[in-house]
């Protein structure tokens, strides 16, 4: 089969994992050799769906032997299937990387035929990139449940990151919809890794010589809307990956669909608007200083569609508020909806040499029009309508949702809008 | 108006900063030749580059105001945008009373000012660090050579340059600035900035069409379709960059 061929079958394979990101690990070009890893990721180039491409996104083979419900590439799917040689990747990627197409590999494989040997086949790809053509730029790679903890540790050594994706958040979901698919053997690799990834880092503290191990840290990735999982499930998950399993990302994909099995829910779209509010509510949990339990219970186990998560949180704690902007501590400046990590630091700062007031605000990039409800500057409210929640509720409803992306990356423009192409890249590079 | 004109380098700049400080009439305007349209009730003069009065207002920047406010002002030189050499000097001049808290001043214009600016300068520096394309050409002997055109909106060439002499390390490169006819070569030792005219039709090395195609390919099957989104990504990948991309997303 051609080389185009085959691309466009392991490419088109490979576009639903949704991670893109470059940054986290800084290496270095060596002598004679090729590439280095920026820390804060490079964009370099974005899709007609408007995500950035930052690697080369590919699969190693789309042949697989399971059957989740939810994947094309599962085995009971009729579609060109195709492999590619660990040559061929390498080649891939040297060469879009000289152009400067691309900021590494994003290499990743269907099960085929067994976990084992799918791991040999990518761990020999990778060592072909980096001990053949002195390859220094940015390689993510699959680490693949199941596959013996050897093959996953040898390719941690010469990767920058790795990413175990757990798809669906519970056991029940995997056991309706992955069916060969087991918890267990999806977390435990995750917890090996990042407790290797601890300890390595320990080792290099004393000695420079110790390899690094998965230095841009992990990441996952699960989908939304395949299963009936609440946002409160999801949610719990990720904060959980992210204080015990020391997870740099979660990543969450609305699902296309892709299939019409009986046992998957009829969607007419992707569920992107839910994905947009769990990316939001995931930066509250990494940024910002909010727990789970605050944003979603029981009762509320699902994020308000028109409400971004930190607007619904203030509404239901009003007790907490207003500000005033002039006094109020950094973290609880961070809790402010319209104010972002950028413009509380710049408040922090400009606010030593004098007291602010609602035109500076506006000028620092916090969106007044929702934190003007939730502050007082110099005393002053700027709310207009009485202090209740019903009135303050009725104001942010009102106002235009145009502006709302409802993708992973406009993100940061619902929370900063003053600076959205700035933010946009932050938000890409995962650098508040 | 006492207007001080300058030869339009970044040591012109900073000589005419020197001398306003010790040269009366003070200049109310600082701006380069170029920039300058004569009209009746303007007095220029016209300041000659001097290394040494240069380097010590360089000197005296770094020390009594900071690093960073003198890499800001670098910044918004770059931007040649009308106005700059004026901005920069009404923010020295606060920074000379201010000190190193300079940036925390939000509040205050120039500061405000210089702080868009630069920053904008940095945005374009870091999207062309991923925009920029590379075409393999050959070269005469050994030596294939790659290729890149771009046309920035601000003269960030030598700000880029740095970062592929890194990464592209062992290769022969050269990265023009079409517009400005100013090219960054390098020979995997060190890079040098020339002037570089308008290059005709560009001879490509053995397999540089093949590795364009499969990089149209791979970037028309990476999109999702039910996610189509064009606006978001002209947000992020301005229209005016896309004539050098080589996956010129418009056409598909
Ligand atoms: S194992 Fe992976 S590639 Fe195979 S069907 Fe399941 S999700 Fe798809």
Not at chain 1, 333 to 361: K, M
């Amino acid at each position: 089969m051609e080389l185009v061929e085959k691309l466009s079958i392991l490419s088109a394979a490979a576009k639903y994992d949704v991670s893109c990101s470059s940054s986290g690990s800084n290496r270095k070009n060596k002598p004679g050799g090729l590439g280095n890893a920026a820390a804060s990721g490079i964009c370099h180039s974005w899709s007609q769906d408007g995500r950035c491409i930052s690697l080369l996104k590919i699969l190693q083979t789309n042949y697989c032997v399971y059957d989740c419900a939810y994947c094309v590439n599962r085995v009971s799917n009729d579609l060109p299937r195709a492999t590619f040689t660990p040559e061929e990747v390498a080649d891939l990627t040297i060469n879009f990387y000289r152009r400067n197409y691309i900021e590494g590999l994003f290499l990743s494989s269907a099960i085929w035929p067994n976990p084992n040997q799918t791991m040999e086949a990518l761990l020999r790809t990778v060592k072909l990139l980096r001990n053949q053509h002195r390859f220094n730029g940015y390689i993510h790679v699959k680490a693949i449940p199941g596959a013996d903890w050897r093959l996953i540790a040898e390719t941690g050594t010469l990767v920058d990151r790795m990413s175990v994706n757990i798809e669906l958040p519970t056991s029940e979901s995997l056991k309706l919809l992955a069916p060969q698919k087991k918890r267990d053997n999806i977390l435990q690799p995750m917890k090996l890794i990042g407790s290797q990834i601890v300890e390595t880092q320990e080792e290099r503290k004393r000695s420079r010589k110790v390899p690094s191990f998965v230095p841009a840290g992990q990441s996952t990735q699960l989908i939304i809307g395949a299963t009936p999982d609440t946002d409160l499930r999801i949610l719990q998950l990720a904060e959980s990956l992210y204080r015990q399993v020391h997870l740099k990302r979660v990543y969450y994909s609305a699902y296309v669909p892709v299939s019409t099995n009986p046992r998957l829910p009829a969607l007419a779209a992707p569920p992107l608007h839910r994905e947009h509010r769990l990316y939001q509510a995931d930066w509250l949990l990494r940024f910002y200083g909010f727990e789970a339990k605050e944003l979603l219970n029981e009762a509320n186990p699902n994020f308000h569609l028109q409400l971004d998560p930190k607007s619904d949180w203030a509404l239901r704690n009003l007790h907490m508020f207003p500000l005033e902007v002039n006094k109020a501590d950094y973290r609880f400046l961070l809790r402010v909806p319209g104010i972002g990590v950028r413009s509380a630091q710049r408040i922090i700062t400009a606010r030593r040499f004098h007291s602010l007031d609602f035109t500076d605000l506006q000028k620092m990039g916090v969106v007044m029009k929702r934190a003007r409800y939730f502050l007082t500057c110099k005393g002053k409210y700027y709310g207009q309508v009485p202090y209740r929640e019903e009135t303050i509720k009725e104001q942010l409803l009102a106002q235009p949702k145009g502006k709302e992306n409802f993708t992973q990356l406009s993100l940061f423009s619902d929370f900063d809008n003053q600076y959205p192409v700035q933010d946009a890249i932050s938000s890409i590079t995962g650098e508040l | 108006m006492v207007i001080f004109l300058y030869d339009g380098s970044f040591e012109g700049l900073l000589t005419a900063i020197y001398e306003a400080y010790y040269r009366q009439p003070r200049p109310e305007q600082i701006m380069t030749q170029r920039e300058y349209q004569p009209d009746l009730f303007s007095q220029p003069i016209i300041i000659e580059s001097d290394p040494e009065k240069a380097g010590k207002v360089y000197r005296a920047i770094e020390q009594k105001i900071s690093r960073e406010a003198l890499e800001h002002i670098y910044y918004v030189f770059l931007s040649e945008l009308p106005g700059a050499g004026t901005l920069i000097f009404h923010y020295l001049q606060l920074g000379w009373r201010l000190g190193g808290d300079i940036n925390g001043h939000l509040a205050v214009e120039p500061v405000r000012q210089v702080l868009k600016i630069s920053q904008r300068v940095g945005l374009e520096r870091h999207r062309m660090l991923g925009l920029l394309r590379f075409q393999k050409i050959n070269g005469q002997g050994e030596g294939a050579l790659y290729y890149a055109a771009f046309e920035p909106d601000y003269n960030i060439l030598e700000l880029i340059a740095p970062h592929f002499s890194r990464r592209l390390a062992d290769q022969n490169w050269i990265i023009h600035d079409v517009k400005r006819k100013l090219a960054a070569f390098y020979n995997q030792k060190e890079w040098v900035i020339g002037e570089l005219p308008a290059v005709g039709q560009l001879n490509w090395a053995e397999n540089e069409a093949f590795y364009q195609e499969l990089w149209q390919r791979y970037f028309e099957r990476i999109a999702v379709e039910g996610r189509t989104n064009r606006k978001l990504q002209r947000q992020y990948m301005p229209v005016r960059y896309w004539r050098h991309l080589i996956e010129k997303p418009g056409k598909h």
